[in-house]
């Protein structure tokens, strides 16, 4: 099967690029409800995910932080404890339920590096769900 079968693309998925300050990243979190959201650079590349936890150990280290503050403080500052691991637009079924399993969706990409959307654990617990139900339903 091919894995773009499950892709969103990246027109229907919220991201953040790299140069985005705190308070962009903050808003957008807070806007679409994410605990976690892909991370572009200016190419449009993906260059990993940024998390809550993330971004708390990040506020962490600056003191008397305010909203105005946030303005002039960039996310590609941040550390991060483990970015989304990536799979290009070719990649098996195996490779994606492998990241899957750790990922809350996993990060694709075409033969550019560039992102092109997520693929989200739940739609693949989705697709074999009905497989197996349609399967018991046969038996």
């Not at 099967?1 to 308070?23: G, Q």
């Not at 694709?108 to 009905?130: A, L, N, P």
Request: charged share 30%; with cysteine; net charge negative.
């Amino acid at each position: 099967m091919n894995i773009l079968f499950f892709l969103k693309p990246k027109s229907e998925v919220a991201f953040v690029y790299d140069h985005c300050t705190l308070r962009q990243v903050l808003e957008t979190m807070e806007y679409h409800k994410y605990a976690s959201i892909p991370m572009l650079n200016k190419s449009g590349e993906y260059v990993g995910t940024i998390t809550e936890g993330d971004l708390l150990w990040g506020i962490k280290r600056y003191t008397n932080l305010n909203l105005k503050e946030a303005e002039n403080i960039f996310i590609q500052d941040f550390p991060r404890k483990a970015d989304y691991e990536a799979v290009s637009a070719d990649s098996d079924m195996e490779d994606l339920i492998r990241k899957a399993m750790n990922q809350n969706f996993v990060p694709v990409v075409d033969d550019q590096k560039k992102f092109i959307g997520i693929i989200t654990r739940r739609s693949i617990i989705e697709y074999c769900y009905e497989n197996m139900k349609n399967r018991n339903f046969r038996d």
